[in-house]
């Protein structure tokens, strides 16, 4: 398979390497507005060769995956889809609605806007650059989809069985849905804890004291402080409606903490801890749903955006899918989409919803295939 990269850092890189351990054949081409990070890329073995533009890095590629600074991410993914072909485009940004946005605004043909499916990994590090890439650092990953109703099924296909060979998870939410999600576990905590260090920091360095020997909950809920701040510049700017909502309900939340701190009412902040720890115990236990694998066969119509409509709906609906495999009929007019679910009830519940958007759906039995 022919892969191209548009900006080779930590993510881009650690593609090129899992690329390289874990796809067959895997050709790699990349792109970066930097000749030194196209240099170490090139002496990690992340990429096989340097392009000098993005639209020779993605002639003749199947997938391109642009990983620059959510900021660049709009032009990058543009300038990917302009150069035609039939390459499967996605990012890797941690936002999403802008860079929907940005393909949705541009005057592409419908033949190329639909090769865009948004993405991102839920993996990575607080280092940049290439030099901390690793070929497992997608192992076990959710890895968010974006498709929409424009999304070909055939690019869909390719992608999610690239991601799912470089080890992640692929799962299919909404891009707003992802923004927010991605507002209350990841960008509100960064905010957080750039604002604990900033409040201990004023507070210590006011006093002239040193940091005393803090036990770990000062550490672990700061982290993430000050991690790369352009990228993260970019992240706040491009999602700010949906973290501006988040920092409004935590305020509100800050100011019910502190009125019942001033009336002393300790069996209110009891209650309050014990509900914290419900709801973590909930949070936890979740994330370790999983379950028995069942297999389902839809019949659809073969046409832009039906594989992104049932992976939505089931994604939204909290079903996960594991493998697809699409198998178009000889007339190319319909198909049947094969979904690998997990879950004690995900087969049940993934045929009434496909079923509701009006494609028949079959469990399949282990003794059908026989
Ligand atoms: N770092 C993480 O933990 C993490 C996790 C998930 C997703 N992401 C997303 O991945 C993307 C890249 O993050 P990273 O951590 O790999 O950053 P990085 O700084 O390690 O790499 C970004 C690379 O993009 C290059 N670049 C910048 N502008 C460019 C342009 N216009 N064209 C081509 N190359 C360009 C830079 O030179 C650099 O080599 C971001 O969009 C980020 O939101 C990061």
Redesign the pocket.
């Known amino acids: 398979m022919n892969i191209a990269i548009?900006?080779?850092?930590?993510?881009?890189g650690s593609i090129g390497l899992a690329a390289h351990e874990r796809l067959d054949g895997a050709f790699v081409r990349g792109?970066?507005?930097?000749d030194a990070?196209l240099d170490a890329a090139l002496e990690r073995g992340a990429i096989d060769e340097r392009s000098d533009s993005a639209a020779s890095a993605v002639a003749g590629a199947e997938l391109c995956f642009v990983?620059?600074?959510?900021g660049?991410?709009g032009?990058?993914v543009l300038e990917a889809l302009s150069a035609g072909g039939d390459c499967a485009v996605s990012d890797?940004?941690?936002t999403k609605h802008a860079v929907l946005e940005s393909v949705a605004a541009a005057a592409l043909p419908e033949a190329d806007a639909s090769r865009f499916i948004g993405g991102?990994?839920l993996?990575?590090?607080e280092a940049?650059?290439v030099a901390h890439a690793r070929a497992n650092l997608f192992e076990g990953a959710t890895w968010y989809l974006t498709p929409t109703d424009r999304t070909s099924g055939i690019h869909y296909d390719r992608l999610y069985r690239a991601i799912s060979a470089l080890g992640a998870r692929a799962a299919a939410v909404p891009a707003d849905a992802h923004d927010r999600l991605m507002a209350t576990v990841s960008h509100l905590p960064h905010v957080l804890a750039n604002l604990l260090v900033h409040q201990a920091a004023g507070t210590l360095l006011e006093e002239d004291q040193a940091l005393p020997a803090t036990g770990p909950s000062f550490r672990d809920a700061t982290r993430v402080a000050g991690t790369n701040p352009t990228?993260w510049r970019d992240?706040l700017l491009t999602n700010r409606e949906a973290i501006e909502a988040e920092l409004g309900a935590y305020a509100d939340a800050l100011d019910r903490v502190r009125s019942t701190l001033r009336e002393s009412d300790g069996d209110e902040l009891v209650h309050w801890i014990e509900q914290a720890r419900g709801d973590r115990q909930r949070l936890l236990e979740l994330d370790l749903a999983g379950g028995p694998v069942s297999e389902l066969r839809l019949s659809v119509p073969n046409k832009p955006g039906i594989v992104a409509q049932v992976a939505l709906a089931l994604g939204e609906a909290g079903v996960n899918i594991v493998d697809m495999a699409l198998y178009p009929a000889p007339d190319m007019q319909s198909g049947a989409i094969a979904l690998w679910v997990t879950g004690e009830h995900g087969a049940e519940r993934a045929v009434e919803l496909v079923e509701r958007l009006g494609y028949p759906a079959a469990v399949v039995d282990a003794g059908d295939e026989a």
């Open positions: 548009i900006g080779v850092g930590l993510i881009g792109f970066d507005a930097s990070a990983c620059c600074p959510v660049a991410l032009e990058a890797v940004g941690s991102h990994p993996s990575g590090a940049s650059g990228l992240i």
